[in-house]
């Protein structure tokens, strides 16, 4: 075992790399508390990181309160790419007396720590490596305002780390002076605290872990963004006019990223708004808006989290069964009821597929990246106005809030498309329409928009039962027509919602499906089976419900198929059990994960070697 290490500032040596380092493929975890102002700090130290062309990701684990309790911000980097989070903390940063030991015994042998010298943590551990630093003193110096300094206290540990981690201080400079663009001696003030951390470390520390950052150039031209102000963007492209909502968690931001492009953006030559927010005094007021102002014929959308999507259920009903448009974002947070609000989770699949009483499918968009946060919103309200009906985005908490890489987003080319709305020459033409008549076979029918001048535009739109030409109906025949259309409808949809990505492909007989931020992990771990256990798993990204024939191909194409997801429930593997041929159920495997952390790779490869251990003993 590793001997402890706890330098005092009598012993002095430049920070040089060991043999045996482990360079730009560890993880750091800084364990805080909520509302202490780590936030800014942690942005610097990834910001750094990605500066040095290294791929990073960073995942903020807050508690649901508003200040006082833990919290833990944890950074990736990987010179293999690997974003997902990594199940082990390699470098310890621990700032909160009441985890303190707790984070430094979950450690792995052969980690690192650097803590606030009063915890006196150095003789928890013979196997790690301990940084004691006195931060309330090199504050002091630094802050004059005793009041900041608890702020600023957090800057200290990124000189630390950088000098500890061979981070180039100015990269961490740079990140500083981004992040407070508008507060010039808010950035001099934490500049100078870096600078004192990092000169500290350097007189103080001799350098005794394995980890190391060295530049790459991996992030040539990328940038970092999270995933709701990515979904908040493509809405704005997508031509969105009226947005209403319910603030929550982890939701809210995305709404509230919109209304300043929409403020910036989307102001007429006469000083006035083009468009209209409003928050609604409930979830179900909200999604109500948006299915009138898709009848009237706005582009129109909410965002929301499980709670909200549970109030929802009787207008998406009505939205269904009466055809109209209109876009409901859930960023997905651990349940029911309360749960976790701070967690991330893949447990709203069933409710939105179903949402309503009676016989009710919607489509479901699955983003995996901020990229397709971005491409699907654009993709959702498209589809809303082709299928007159609501459609959902499921995103999650991991994807919404935490920062990721990205390829800057393309700009959209493809024009809007507004599906088979009628206008006044079309009526002229045709002498009228049948709202709910199935005229192309495919279960589509043709629409008008409230204001069009002609006496055939208008119709009733009914909740109630209905016939083809929107009149009041009770009759068998009717209602069933109407049903089986919509399931019609719904068939066709699969011919038009995002295909699912093939991202490994082989001849192997061992198939994986995942979906959401599930890839991230799930393309480590297939590296991971192939490289220890000599297993060459295919790999299937979903991207949508209804499912392609591609599902049902792969699925005949593979012995086992494992359906990695992040919910108790088996709620992909339930959907897609509900869809494929009887004798394909078999081939089916779970793999679950719901303890409200992001998914890592390691897990996933030990829940899949389990069961094909189980598999060749059953052979």
Known sequence: ????????????????????????????????????????????????????????????????????????????????????????????IAMNAETAQEDVMSLPAGAACVYDEPL??????????????????????????????????????????????GIDREESEKALVKHFAKKKKAAELNTAAIRAGYDYALATFTKKDPFWVERMNEN????????????????????????????????????????????????????????????????????????GAGWAGARSMTS??????????????????????????????????????????????????????GDTKHILLLPSSVEECFSMAMDAFDLAEQFQTPVFVLSDLDLGMNNWMAHPFQYPEKPISRGKV????????????????DVDGDGIPYRTLPGTNHPAAAYFTRGSGHNEKAQYSERPDDYVRNMDRLARKFETARKFVPAPVKEVEGTSKTGIIAFGTTHWAMTEACDQLLREHNIAADYL??????????????????????VVEQNRDAQMFQLIKLDIAADQVTKLRSVLHYNGLPIDARSITDAIISQESVSQEVK
């Open 1 to 92: 075992m590793a001997t402890t290490v706890e330098l005092g500032v009598q012993e002095k040596a430049a920070l040089t790399p060991q043999p045996g380092r482990k360079i730009n493929d560890f993880s750091i975890q800084i364990a805080t508390v909520n509302g202490s102002g780590s936030q800014s700090a942690n942005t610097v130290l990834l910001r750094s990181i990605f500066q040095m062309g290294v791929p990073v990701s960073g995942k903020n684990l807050f508690p649901s309160n508003i200040a006082g309790l833990p919290t833990w911000y944890t950074i990736r980097a990987s010179q293999h790419g690997y974003i997902a989070r990594k199940k082990e903390i390699d470098f310890l």
């Open 120 to 165: 006196n943590l150095s003789g928890l551990r013979t196997d790690i490596t301990f940084y004691a630093v006195p931060f309330d003193k090199l504050v002091t110096p630094v802050c004059p305002e005793a009041k900041l300094r608890r702020l600023v206290k957090n800057m200290l540990y990124v000189g630390v780390v950088d000098a500890l981690l």
């Open 220 to 291: 040539q031209g990328k940038i970092i963004v999270d995933g709701n102000a990515a979904a908040a963007l493509g809405c704005l492209f997508a031509g969105v006019t009226v947005v209403t909502w319910y603030p929550i968690t982890p939701s809210s931001s995305l709404v509230e990223t919109l209304i300043d492009y929409l403020k910036e953006y989307r102001i007429g030559p006469d000083g006035k708004a083009t468009f209209a927010v409003v928050q609604a005094e409930d979830e179900l007021a909200a999604v109500g808006m948006v299915l």
């Open 304 to 357: 929301t989290s499980g709670p909200g999507i549970s109030l929802m259920a009787e207008f998406v009903g009505l939205g269904y069964y009466t055809e109209l448009p209109g876009v409901i974002f859930d960023i997905q947070r651990v349940g029911p009821s309360t749960g976790l609000p701070t967690r991330t989770m893949q447990g709203d699949l069933l409710a939105c597929a179903f949402l309503s009483h």
């Open 422 to 437: 009628l206008n006044e020459e079309d009526l002229t033409r045709l002498g009228g329409f049948a709202r709910y008549k």
């Open 541 to 562: 990204r979903l991207r949508a419900y209804p499912f392609t024939q591609d599902v049902h191909e792969f699925i005949k194409n593979h012995d086992r198929v494992y």
